[in-house]
């Protein structure tokens, strides 16, 4: 993907300085507390100023490296004049999200509702400064540049919507995920109560919903009990995202913010959407909250839901368990979602203490010979009598493919069916121990959906309704992007940084050694394994910068890469 850094246009130094020197004069900057409340500088002040304004400051010596980027990515201005990145002080770099004011130069501004909400209005420091921003990496060492910031989720003093000129739709697509229905509630119960919206309406049954049914009204009284349930309210698919019939209902329907809940694959779909409404014009907010049981999605520390859906496996474990202890030489194989990454195999794992091995789609394995897996469950049942063996749905793809003829086959999302590896592992461990004449018996549980369908646990409640605020408040603010939880703090991400990489496993981290160690499991690695899965993690992190000369903000970006993964401790 092409991308251009939005910058003042020519000419407008001398203005750009004014504009700091008025901000810092009025104090607009350099607080930074947690639920810091600002008086000056709002962002949706600067909403109603020139298309050059909205770039957050840049020092004076940095502006420099900034023209070259400008110049630089000149060329490729089709795509996306969406990416918006901006230098400050000492390595400082803002990847920040598109706003209304990016294109609509005279979008109007609106005191924020909150500040005469009964329980909001009493929080001392409740609106977060237009300045706060959320760094990617937090382990620094003394001399290191500040790096890539994602700007603040939160309330802002001024926003780009007034309550009754608000049309919202949610949506949810892709697979079902614990918390679906929480994040619905919240949204619902978040519009009217925090920003007093009522219009607010339920699509379908995922994208296609968009232009094949009717839009239902939802109220927070319609959805008053479902965060009880599991699955979606509202329905959801794979496949039938088009564009423009999508963008074409929006506009016809005058929806002006739009929540879309679900994982990559969405949250692509939720960038197209966003470019067609920029490039129609439209006074629209698009809101993504990430979704994805299998935690795949870049950047943030961890999806909603994945804790419950963790909790659940410990069950299906347990019982394999419990099966394989009461069998002679017993193996109890359990098999996880994880298309791509084995994050709820990992971390089932590492709770139960049950597991002998995990097999995950990121570290290679194979079956025979010395330091095999055939060889390290028959070692395991020679001394332990039992066995559990925890395998990612996306393991050992490659092994499979090369006794069975791998179909190609997609889903409707495009998505690649994968083979049933738990399957294939059982008969693969009955024909070796008949072969050995040892006597065995293996019990496969298959739970995928059952860890999945089921309504989120406590703490994923909060989260989503976290996670649903902050989408609220952004969009309310007329920003368009993901939102999601980076170390800890909630953040406004650009739609491209969350799909253009895919979160993963890194197997030369600790936390797989944590698991090598607790299991106790061979590492299945030669060394060539090794210094691919290295290169993979710096290639995977590196995200589709514009190919431009500006050092300053590529060495930011390359020094966030090399950060751990999601969740890594
Ligand atoms: N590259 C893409 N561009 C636009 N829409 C996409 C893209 N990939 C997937 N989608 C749409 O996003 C929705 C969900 O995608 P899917 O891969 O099934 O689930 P998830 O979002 O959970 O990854 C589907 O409606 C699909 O058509
Ligand atoms: O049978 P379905 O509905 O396609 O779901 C199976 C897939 O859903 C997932 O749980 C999650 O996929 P998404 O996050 O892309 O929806 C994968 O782990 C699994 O392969
Ligand atoms: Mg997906």
């Known amino acids: 993907m092409a991308s251009h850094i939005i910058l003042p246009p020519d000419g407008d130094d001398d203005e750009q300085q004014r504009r700091e020197d008025e901000e810092n004069d009025g104090g ?47 060329a490729s201005l089709t795509d996306a004049a969406y990416v918006k990145i901006s230098e400050g002080d000492f390595g400082y770099v803002l990847d920040d999200v598109p706003h209304l004011a990016d294109y609509i130069p005279d979008v109007p501004t609106y005191p924020n509702p909150l500040q005469d909400h009964p329980a909001y209005s009493t929080v001392k420091q409740y609106f977060v400064n237009e300045d706060d921003t959320v760094p990617q ?17 939160g ?35 978040g519009l009217a109560h925090m920003y007093n919206v009522n ?34 309210v509202l329905g959801t698919s794979r496949g039938g995202h088009d564009t423009k019939k999508i963008v074409d209902n ?27 409404i920029r490039k129609r014009g439209l006074k629209v907010a698009v809101a993504g909250v990430p979704k994805t049981i299998d935690n795949d ?65 990121e570290s290679p394995f194979y079956m025979d010979g010395e330091g095999g897996l055939l060889q390290y469950v028959e070692r395991r049942l020679k001394e332990n009598k039992h066995m559990v063996i925890v395998v990612a749905e996306g393991a050992g793809q490659d092994i499979i493919a090369k006794s069975i003829p791998a179909s190609d086959q997609l889903d409707a999302s495009g998505n690649k069916l994968l ?34 369908a089921i309504p989120s646990n406590a ?62 499991q061979p590492s299945f690695l030669s060394q060539k394994d090794i210094d691919e899965a290295r290169e993979a993690d710096r290639l995977a992190n590196k995200p589709p910068l514009p190919s431009v000369a500006n050092h300053n903000v590529a060495r930011a970006f390359d020094q966030s890469a090399a950060t751990s993964s999601n969740g890594e401790i």
């Open 137 to 153: 990496k937090v382990v620094v060492q003394k001399n290191s540049r500040r790096g890539v910031h994602f700007r603040r989720a």
């Open 459 to 520: 703490a994923d409640n909060v989260y989503c309704t976290l996670l649903a605020h902050s989408a609220i408040h952004g969009a309310m603010a007329g920003y368009s992007f993901t939102v999601g939880m980076v170390n800890g703090r909630h953040a406004y991400i650009p739609f491209y940084r969350v799909t253009s990489t895919r979160n993963k496993v890194k197997i030369t981290d600790r936390m797989w050694a944590r698991l090598l160690s607790s299991t106790n």
């Open 155 to 189: 309330p802002r003093q001024r926003v780009n919507f007034e309550s009754d000129e608000v049309k919202a739709c949610i949506v949810s697509c892709g697979g079902l995920c614990p918390g679906l229905n929480t994040v619905i509630r919240e949204l619902v119960c």
């Open 419 to 452: 083979l049933d590896i738990g399957l294939w592992l059982t008969h693969k461990i009955k024909d070796h121990f008949k072969s050995k004449k040892m006597e065995m018996t293996i019990k496969y549980i298959d739970p995928t959906y059952m860890i999945r």
């Open 297 to 361: 999605i870049a950047i943030i520390d961890k999806s909603f839901g994945f804790d419950s859906a963790v909790e659940e496996a410990q069950r299906a474990i347990n019982s394999a368990h419990v099966e394989a202890c009461s069998a002679e030489n017993g193996i109890g194989l359990v098999k996880l979602m994880g298309r791509y990454s084995g994050f709820i195999a990992m971390y089932a794992t590492l709770a139960s203490r049950d597991v002998d091995c995990c097999l995950i789609p």
């Open 199 to 232: 219009n607010i309406f339920g699509i379908q049954n995922g994208y296609k919903g968009f232009y094949s049914s009717n839009y239902v009204a939802i109220t927070p009284k319609t959805v008053n009990d479902i965060h009880k349930r599991g699955g979606t």
């Open 28 to 74: 607009g900057s350099g607080s930074g507390g947690d639920g810091e409340q600002q008086q000056q500088g709002g962002g949706n002040a600067k909403a109603a100023l020139p298309f050059s304004a909205m770039c957050v400051r840049i020092s004076r010596d940095s502006y420099p490296n900034l023209r070259a980027l400008r110049n630089a990515s000149h």
């Open 250 to 276: 929006i506009q016809d329907r005058g929806i002006n913010q739009v929540y879309i809940i679900g994982g990559d694959g969405t949250q692509k779909g939720a960038y197209e959407i966003y470019k067609e």
